[in-house]
């Protein structure tokens, strides 16, 4: 399922990707919300908001790094408290880790095949961004939670 769900969200992510670097132009914004929504193209040499600019050798090599070191441990995980979980909170971890190993991945292919991140989601108040950024963060939060729920409910 984890596999299933992080080939959709790169699908959907790169998807996206081509089909708003076809329709707008380098760094240039086209209005959906006027002054709240735009659709803006950024190449995106860092990682989050920008951090990092012209290291992609060295992002990629640490992402790389870090979806071995999150696939090893929730194997371990999986493992040890896949029997113990309910059906839903195994379906619900699951799902948050495909949207985040869907969404790093994503960014991972843009970085090796064109040395940047596509970044098009401009909401003004936030540095642009896309939807494979969108994945690993709502995957990150629904992950934090359900574990937070699962400790608080094993204390008592």
Same mark, same amino acid.
Do not use: C, E
């Given at each position: 399922? =984890?596999?299933? &769900?992080?080939? %959709?969200?790169? +699908? @959907?992510?790169? !998807?996206? /990707?081509?089909?708003? $670097?076809?329709?707008?132009?380098?760094?240039?914004?086209?209005?959906?919300?006027?002054?709240?929504?735009?659709?803006t193209?950024?190449?995106?040499?860092?990682?989050?908001?920008?951090?990092?600019?012209?290291?992609?050798?060295?992002?990629? =090599?640490?992402? &790389?790094?870090? %979806?071995?070191? +999150? @696939?090893?441990? !929730?194997? /371990?995980?999986?493992? $040890?408290?896949?029997?113990?979980?309910?059906?839903k909170?195994?379906?619900?971890?699951?799902?948050?880790?495909?949207?985040?190993?869907?969404?790093?991945?994503?960014?991972?292919?843009?970085?090796?095949?064109?040395?940047?991140?596509?970044?098009?989601?401009?909401?003004?108040?936030?540095?642009?961004?896309?939807?494979?950024?969108?994945f690993?963060?709502?995957?990150?939060?629904?992950?934090?939670?359900?574990?937070?729920?699962?400790?608080?409910?094993?204390?008592?």
């Amino acid at each position: 399922m =984890i596999v299933l &769900i992080s080939i %959709l969200v790169i +699908i @959907i992510d790169q !998807l996206t /990707k081509v089909l708003f $670097s076809r329709i707008l132009t380098l760094n240039n914004s086209i209005p959906v919300i006027k002054n709240f929504f735009h659709l803006t193209l950024v190449y995106n040499t860092g990682i989050a908001f920008g951090i990092l600019k012209g290291s992609s050798g060295i992002i990629l =090599i640490a992402t &790389i790094i870090g %979806l071995i070191l +999150i @696939i090893y441990s !929730l194997k /371990k995980d999986f493992l $040890s408290q896949g029997q113990s979980l309910s059906r839903k909170t195994l379906f619900i971890r699951k799902m948050a880790i495909g949207f985040i190993l869907g969404g790093a991945i994503g960014n991972m292919i843009d970085r090796l095949h064109l040395g940047y991140v596509v970044d098009f989601l401009d909401f003004r108040i936030w540095p642009v961004f896309n939807l494979a950024d969108s994945f690993i963060t709502v995957g990150a939060v629904i992950l934090f939670w359900s574990l937070f729920i699962s400790h608080k409910s094993q204390k008592t």
